[in-house]
């Protein structure tokens, strides 16, 4: 049976006289699928470059957050506006406010909504008061009833301690008199008033110089927290404590110093505002050192003078501004009064210690409710800056009585 072959005739070679073959290949990416080059890759290498990626965008991103906490808390508060990013209040406040701190809010979110509604002056003043308070307590979540324009360290004070259930509260308002202050802290600790007013008569015993009549002048204002078992003592301790760290502050040292400042502060606290504290100031050095000869030594403010008849008026007649027998009547005494007329607070004692040079000798403030004082060199000047004041009461009616 014969054979048959299929597929191509083979080629025979066993004559092919050329130089054997070699085989060359070259290798090119590109021809190669994608699927292929990826199982080429090493898992190790993969794995490798992934946690690079992942680092890079964990340090990107944290970058980020410290960059607009920063903005937020540092560099914001210097472009509100222009205004002081550490501005504060004098205090001690007034109203009430309503202020929510939320589970984890941020310190800087509690300053920003403190600020937001009038209870602190600037998130600078608020930070700052709380990094200098070493209580070791924390701000807690809750409602706190604060006051309108408080000082940050008053503020942080309330926040921090608010949650303690065992203390009297006491706000001592600007401006209180003695026998006001006592009414404060007689209702906030059940101690009846006359224990304050048993220790008023010895002034000396907290280390206020004899020739004080009473406490009055060193009952600092502000908000206090005092323990359940506080005595009267304790509780007046800390009101003056606080007053001679005012002078302190101020740089006024001596116990007779530190009285006529305080004395001094009392007047200009009354007369006019922090704006107008240190050339009021100047203007009684002025009378009490140079004095001129249609004035003398005569400081002539009505505050003292009310202070004396025990009521607050804009208005005096005749004969009381002529009555001698009244200590703290500046029109028929010269000099200070007996005595301060109120407990003032910092910015009041730093102008007394370190009063404005000024030419002036006269001051008034005419309008009441901004506060502005105009000045005067001489009784001319002042009485047309009188006329602007009674201008004012004539369009105000019933604010100047």
């Not at 323990?227 to 606080?242: G, N, R, S």
Request: glycine share 8%; charged share 25%.
């Amino acid at each position: 049976m014969s054979s048959v072959h299929h597929g191509p005739t083979p080629i025979d070679h066993s004559d092919d006289v050329s130089e054997p073959y070699e085989f060359h290949y070259e290798y090119n990416e590109e021809h190669v699928p994608l699927s292929s080059r990826r199982s080429q890759r090493p898992a190790r290498e993969r794995r490798r470059r992934r946690r690079r990626r992942t680092i890079v965008m964990t340090l990107t991103l944290a970058l980020f957050a410290a960059v607009a906490i920063f903005a937020v808390s540092v560099v914001a508060p210097f472009f509100a506006g222009g205004e002081d990013p550490m501005a504060d209040y004098p205090g001690p406040g007034t109203g009430s406010v309503a202020i929510t701190v939320d589970q984890g809010a941020p310190t800087i979110a509690i300053a920003e909504n403190l600020v937001g509604k009038g209870v602190v002056a600037s998130t600078g003043a608020f930070m700052e008061a709380l990094r200098a308070d070493d209580s070791g307590n924390l701000i807690q979540p809750g409602t706190y009833e604060l006051k309108e324009k408080m000082p940050a360290e008053d503020a942080v004070a309330a926040l921090l301690n608010t949650g303690q259930s065992a203390v009297h509260y006491a706000a001592i308002d600007q401006g209180l008199r003695q026998p006001a202050v006592f009414k404060v802290l007689s209702e906030s600790s059940g101690i009846a008033v006359e224990e304050f007013e048993q220790l008023a008569q010895d002034p000396t015993q907290f280390g206020i110089p004899e020739q004080a009549p009473s406490l009055e002048g060193y009952l600092s204002p502000g908000q206090y927290r005092f323990p359940v078992d506080a005595t009267a003592k304790d509780i007046v301790e800390k009101l003056v404590d606080k007053t001679f760290t005012n002078l302190e502050k101020a740089g006024v040292e001596g116990k007779d110093e530190q009285y006529r400042v305080l004395t001094i502060a009392s007047i200009i606290e009354h007369e006019g505002n922090p704006e107008s504290y240190e050339e009021i100031a100047g203007a009684i050095q002025n009378r009490l050192q140079e004095p001129i000869k249609e004035i003398g030594r005569f400081i002539q403010s009505d505050a003292t003078v009310t202070y004396g008849l025990e009521r607050k008026s804009y208005q005096l007649t005749a004969k009381e501004k002529n009555d001698k027998s009244n200590p703290y009547n500046t029109y028929a005494n010269p000099g200070l009064p007996i005595g301060p007329i109120g407990s003032p607070l910092l910015p009041a004692i730093e102008a007394a210690a370190d009063p404005q040079e000024n030419p002036y000798y006269y001051w008034v403030t005419v309008n009441l409710e901004s506060g502005k004082t105009l000045f005067a060199e001489r009784h001319a000047g002042h009485v047309k800056n009188v006329d602007k004041f009674q201008q004012w009461c004539a369009d105000n009616p019933g604010r100047c009585q």
